[in-house]
């Protein structure tokens, strides 16, 4: 129905919602979807068709991987459709572009698994992971995907442009000097626009307020499509949120690129939590933690009691990061 081959009520991100679901959920029928995929983009003379289904086929390894023992197959059809000579006139995205996009998420999602967390994939998550294929965008993709996207641009970066560019501009327009930094919204209409240059790689340079800039950073790492404190470290996190040593050494355990993106977090967040920046934002340690916390670690319960408890532990956790943990070495990284 997705493909358009068979009439259906339903809206499509509706019906590829209700197929990634059933895949997220249900491991055992993972390999079963891969496989009617791969049939159904097989000498498919269907140009729309076609084209939705290595549409879905991406959105689905967005969500999960196949068995180990389907992937090999699953690998080679896709390496199979790399090659430019593979693209077929009429197609308006053509099929080298699919297979290598399905390569990188098939990659990422064996490497991953499917999707963290006890909540279901939902309709946004789905047109985030459809609109990725066509614009890739720096914002709702993982960190790696985004050293990926620069990595042309930007070829010795450490860190991803949009974390450091959006600090500096914070900090160039005064924020460590602005009240409320962090907890005062910029005008929506700014940040969209922001938002909009930055994926277009436009550097910052006419923003009216801190306001602006803080809001899209605070997004970015919101969005990121895994936590940057990933998932399978968050219970240590909250077991262990006020014990400096043991804090920092879940830090030095993360992937190179999360903790080089947190340890950067940590120092840009210290700048602001020194007494005599905080008596004039009025967000010290504890608001700044507080309104940072949400964008590093991520609940998966949906048990309001669990959520509600966790709260406080996700912000002791990065108050004693911001208070404890020496980013000295980050000095120079970019």
């Given at each position: 129905m997705y493909m358009g081959d068979r009439k259906s009520r339903q809206a499509t991100n509706a019906v590829a919602l209700?197929?990634?679901t059933k895949g997220w959920t249900t491991p055992s029928l993972r390999d079963e979807i891969y496989i009617q995929l791969t049939r159904q983009t097989t000498e498919n003379?269907?140009?729309?068709?076609?084209?939705?289904?290595?549409?879905?086929?991406g959105v689905?390894?967005?969500?999960?991987?196949?068995?180990l023992r389907f992937y090999s197959y699953l690998d080679g059809f896709i390496s199979r459709h790399l090659d430019y000579s593979c693209d077929i006139p009429g197609l308006q995205v053509p099929i080298s572009h699919f297979a290598s996009l399905c390569q990188r998420r098939l990659n990422r999602?064996?490497?991953?698994?499917?999707?963290?967390?006890?909540?279901?994939?939902?309709?946004?998550?789905?047109?985030?992971?459809?609109?990725?294929?066509?614009?890739p965008s720096m914002f709702g993709s993982c960190l790696e995907d985004v050293m990926l996207m620069q990595k042309e641009r930007y070829p010795d970066r450490q860190l991803p442009w949009i974390q450091t560019i959006?600090?500096?501009e914070v900090l160039r327009l005064n924020g460590a000097k602005t009240e409320g930094i962090f907890r005062v919204p910029g005008d929506i209409d700014e940040v969209n626009a922001l938002k909009i240059r930055c994926d277009q790689w436009v550097i910052p340079s006419d923003c009216p307020d801190p306001h602006i800039p803080a809001s899209l950073l605070k997004l970015w790492y919101r969005e990121l499509y895994q936590p940057l404190i990933p998932a399978e470290f968050y219970q240590e996190c909250i077991d262990n949120f006020s014990e400096p040593e043991v804090a920092m050494s879940i830090v030095n355990r993360l992937p190179e690129i999360n903790r080089l993106v947190l340890c950067y977090l940590l120092r840009?967040?210290?700048v602001f939590a020194a007494v005599e920046n905080a008596s004039v934002t009025k967000m010290d340690v504890n608001n700044l933690a507080m309104v940072m916390a949400p964008n590093c670690l991520r609940c998966e319960s949906?048990?309001?009691k669990i959520i509600f408890e966790n709260t406080r532990k996700e912000m002791g956790f990065l108050r004693t990061l911001i208070q404890h943990l020496d980013t000295s070495f980050m000095e120079g990284v970019v």
């Open positions: 209700e197929i990634v003379t269907k140009i729309d068709s076609l084209q939705r289904g290595w549409e879905l086929l689905c390894l967005y969500f999960f991987p196949p068995t999602a064996l490497q991953t698994g499917a999707k963290k967390g006890v909540r279901k994939p939902s309709l946004d998550e789905v047109e985030q992971a459809k609109k990725s294929i066509f614009h959006l600090s500096e840009f967040l210290q949906e048990d309001p």
